[in-house]
């Protein structure tokens, strides 16, 4: 019997899960409110986006995928909470549709660029839906400018407590993700098949030694960053009441920013992380590597 299973919502889990192209159809047919039997391919891509130029900011997606040769796909898991997220959501899909086109091509070789965010925290924290999905339309009119970009956002936290009888593939795919254990991991997989596939996925990545070992090390370094940040702000946050001076609190903002950029650059985080999560540009953090 087994015993351990690794979580869909840790993304190194998700990655893993996606390599299954049956799984992959079937989530992606999900979220896009399509049949799967309409997706004939679903090829991943390099998930490292084009530096243009030397001093272009890095973007690596999670899992990037082309679907039936005219739909480019990023789809990430963000579990602590970003305030960005919308920008940088936003950048990586800008970058997605600009690396298209080469020079002396036509516009019209642009595919369509979807973004699937998947995120353990609320980002609209008026709305009690926990699947959005934007277009850019006009203001008043609601007509389409261009089709060329998507947005969904799914909210984990927002997801019904129970499975209801009427739940949509989607809902299935969002309670399987952020399902905690094998229990409910095993219900949720005898309700559509694409998720009995993912779940066949994730409980053979779950036996590999090497697989667990590279899961457990990104399990780690979630709750390290977490905590770091945690602390950072506890931190700061003394010495800016013990100074009690403006120019005092920011000094060990600073100083705590600091301190949290080299543990996790120690961790192996990339450097545009580490900006998301601490505020320091990319050049300082280049210095202290």
């Not at 998947?118 to 261009?146: A, M, P």
């Not at 005092?248 to 950029?261: D, I, M, S």
Request: charged share 35%.
């Amino acid at each position: 019997m087994l015993d351990f299973i690794m979580k869909p919502k840790v993304d190194f889990a998700f990655k893993e899960i996606m390599m299954d192209e049956k799984a992959r159809t079937g989530f992606l047919a999900a979220v896009l409110h399509i049949n799967p039997e309409d997706i004939k391919e679903t090829r991943i891509l390099n998930t490292n986006l084009r530096k243009l130029h030397e001093d272009d900011k890095l973007g690596i997606l999670d899992v990037r995928v082309l679907l039936n040769n005219d739909m480019e796909i990023d789809a990430e898991i963000q579990l602590s909470e970003l305030e960005v997220w919308p920008d940088r959501s936003l950048f990586y899909t800008s970058k997605m549709f600009t690396e298209q086109i080469g020079k002396g091509q036509k516009y019209d070789v642009f595919k369509k660029c979807v973004n699937i965010s998947i995120l353990g925290f609320k980002l609209f924290k008026e709305e009690k839906d926990f699947y959005s999905c934007f277009h850019i339309r006009e203001d008043t009119r609601n007509f389409i400018y261009t089709d060329k970009m998507e947005f969904h956002v799914i909210e984990l936290p927002k997801l019904p407590e129970e499975i209801r009888e009427n739940s949509s593939d989607l809902e299935l795919w969002a309670k399987f993700i952020n399902a905690e254990g094998k229990e409910e991991l095993d219900m949720i997989a005898k309700k559509n098949v694409y998720i009995k596939s993912a779940y066949d996925r994730l409980q053979v990545i779950s036996q590999d030694k090497q697989k667990r070992l590279e899961y457990e090390a990104r399990q780690k370094a979630l709750f390290d960053y977490n905590q770091f940040m945690y602390e950072a702000e506890r931190r700061g946050e003394k010495k800016g009441r013990q100074e009690g001076k403006e120019e005092g609190r920011q000094e060990g903002r600073q100083e705590e920013k600091l301190a949290v950029a080299k543990n996790l650059i120690a961790l192996g985080l990339p450097t545009d992380v580490i900006v998301q999560g601490t505020g320091l540009s990319a050049g300082i953090i280049d210095t202290m590597r």
